[in-house]
């Protein structure tokens, strides 16, 4: 059984950061691309970030590069998302994913991360 479990999110001020954090219990961890992808109210769900089993490679959506940064903890079967520089159009949910083969196949219960002006 696989589950993922996110935390950290919470209201913050422009300008503020947060640390979103997924432990994932499960085999997929260590094997597979882990992502982050958010859901802002009235709008689809949107990539943010995405990074390799290694940790060798990562991927951001244009909106967050040089603001978030993504990265996984092996021992801690976690992975992260540092959030800097918010502004209120990061508010959304914010999900975790784990990928298998081609597709987003697991998913966490999501955060929601509100960022006021």
């Known amino acids: 059984q696989v589950q993922l479990v996110e935390s950290g999110g919470g209201l913050v001020q422009a300008g503020g950061s947060l640390r979103l954090s997924c432990e994932v219990s499960?085999?997929?961890?260590?094997?597979?691309?882990m992502g982050w992808f958010r859901q802002a109210p009235g709008k689809e769900r949107e990539f943010v970030a995405a990074?390799?089993?290694?940790?060798?490679?990562?991927s951001y959506v244009d909106s967050v590069k040089g603001r978030f940064t993504i990265s996984r903890d092996y021992a801690k079967n976690t992975v992260y998302l540092q959030m800097n520089s918010l502004k209120p159009e990061d508010t959304a949910v914010y999900y975790c994913?784990?990928?298998?083969?081609?597709?987003?196949?697991?998913w966490g219960q999501g955060t929601q991360v509100t960022v006021s002006s």
């Open positions: 499960g085999r997929i961890f260590s094997t597979y691309v």
């Open positions: 994913a784990g990928k298998v083969g081609s597709e987003y196949r697991y």
């Open positions: 990074i390799n089993w290694s940790g060798t490679y990562t």
